[in-house]
């Protein structure tokens, strides 16, 4: 506050009143405080000092450096389990992919909906156009190149083993499912996880029971001729193979 002299109180000077019973707390909006000279008080709002306000201290040149080593230090680890986590998700969903192709595929063998692609790519020749078809619609259901999949599809009886037996007496019991088995490439998209991911493989079964007539053709004498899809299997990865895909009774499995 600014003391602001007067010699008498009863002269005051601009931004002073005299002190007295009359003045004191009638002044609206101004503060009325005694001064120490001759009985005045200031009223000029001016006249009052704000307290100055505290600036944070800057930070020195050492806290700087300190922090920047703690970022350098930080920065690759959150880096590595970023991608690990983008190379889990990739991998995960691949997974999925995996099981839903073989779960189609095994729809589409029971009921003789193959499709009509044979443009994908096989690791062994189908034994037949309805054989490739089916492969190429397993292969496609995955969204991954045809070359990181590879497909096998048998058949079992009524008692879940292995049977290759298509004749009239059997289609007419209708006991007949349809296996399909799916591997799929894992693969580390960022390359710093290639080590666990590279060599390993996701793997899906799917068995569905066929339909009573899974499809027909009208021979040249005009009979009905109800056939299957042949079994068949592709050459496996490098260090990868069938043996995960058995049957339900795996005592009559055979390799294809």
Not at 2 to 20: H, K, N, Q, V
Not at 170 to 191: D, P
Not at 200 to 213: C, L, Q
């Amino acid at each position: 506050m600014t003391l602001l002299r007067c010699d008498r109180c009863g002269a005051a000077e601009p931004g002073t009143e005299p002190i007295g019973p009359a003045t004191v707390g009638k002044v609206p909006g101004r503060i009325l405080r005694p001064s120490l000279f001759d009985g005045c008080v200031t009223t000029d709002r001016t006249s009052i000092r704000r307290r100055p306000t505290r600036r944070p201290a800057r930070r020195g040149r050492g806290e700087r450096g300190a922090a920047l080593i703690e970022f350098a230090l930080a920065f690759p680890i959150l880096f590595l389990l970023m991608m690990g986590v983008v190379d889990f998700g990739v991998n995960y969903g691949n997974k999925v992919e995996t099981s839903h192709a073989a779960r189609e595929g095994a729809r589409a063998g029971s009921v003789g909906r193959v499709g009509v692609d044979t443009s994908c790519y096989v690791a062994r020749t189908p034994p037949s156009t309805e054989a490739r078809q089916l492969a190429c619609l397993i292969k496609a259901r995955t969204h991954m190149d045809s070359e990181d999949v590879r497909v096998r599809f048998t058949y079992m009886d009524g008692d879940g083993r292995y049977t290759n037996d298509f004749s009239e007496a059997k289609r007419q019991a209708n006991r007949y499912s349809i296996m399909v088995c799916v591997s799929t490439r894992a693969f580390s998209l960022s390359g710093l996880l290639a080590p666990v991911f590279n060599g390993k493989f996701h793997h899906s079964r799917a068995v569905i029971k066929t339909g009573t007539t899974p499809w027909s053709n009208v021979a040249a004498t005009g009979a009905t001729v109800y056939s299957y899809v042949p079994q068949y299997a592709e050459t496996t990865f490098a260090g990868d193979s069938w043996s995960w895909c058995t049957s339900d009774d795996p005592s009559a499995d055979i390799n294809l």
